[in-house]
């Protein structure tokens, strides 16, 4: 009876998780608090080059922190679809490793790299990055002043959608898929959007 106690209640956590998350994309578009767009922001390549967003300005992007060692991890490979479906209309998909839950990317940008291969991904990897936390990189402080701490993952793989005006528009967990018809959906708004002003 305990146990089964314990999984109700892991279940309606879960329920109210994503419930939260839902009701965070949809005042996405409502919020702009900091006056700065994500292309104000850079991240470094995993290949310690500079990394830019203001070099994408005027495409939407889907950035999402990633891990290695997750069970969400089989999600690379729906990223890099997603990435190879719409980066010929302007889409540019960003993971960035982080080592924030559970000890899930725990390596050098070599080993991040060298797994990665394994997916095939080709589309840009950031370095590993805090995504949460005082230590958190400045676009996911970013997230947070936009939209609240409440906006920021509470696991590997999350995903945020910026559209061509560097705007956040979409925010989903990690259960989420990238192929998902509700995240496709998402980018084929943003990319049918004017481009950015």
């Keep these: 009876m305990t146990a089964r106690r314990s999984l109700l209640a892991a279940a309606a956590a879960v329920a109210v998780a994503m419930v939260t998350d839902r009701a965070i994309a949809r005042t996405v578009r409502m919020r702009r608090t900091t006056g700065m767009s994500a292309y104000d922001l850079s991240f470094t390549s995993i290949e310690e080059e500079p990394l830019p967003l203001a070099g994408f300005r005027g495409q939407p992007l889907l950035i999402v922190n990633t ?9 690379y490979a729906g990223l890099e679809q997603l990435w190879e479906s719409y980066r010929a209309r302007g889409l540019v998909v960003i993971g960035v490793p982080s080592n924030d839950f559970g000890q899930q990317e725990p390596g050098s ?7 990665c291969d394994t997916f095939a991904v080709s589309f840009p990897l950031s370095r590993r990055e805090a995504v949460i936390g005082p230590q958190a990189h400045p676009f996911y ?6 939209l609240g701490e409440g906006a920021l993952p509470r696991w590997n793989f999350h995903k945020y959608l910026i559209d061509r005006g560097g705007a956040l528009v979409g925010s989903w967990p990690s259960q989420v898929q990238p192929m998902s018809a509700e995240i496709r959906r998402a980018v084929e708004g943003a990319l049918a959007a004017g481009s950015a002003s």
């Design 67 to 75: 891990a290695s060692f997750c069970g969400y991890t089989p999600q």
């Design 109 to 115: 940008s070599r080993e991040i790299r060298a797994f």
């Design 141 to 146: 402080r970013w997230v947070s002043a936009e």
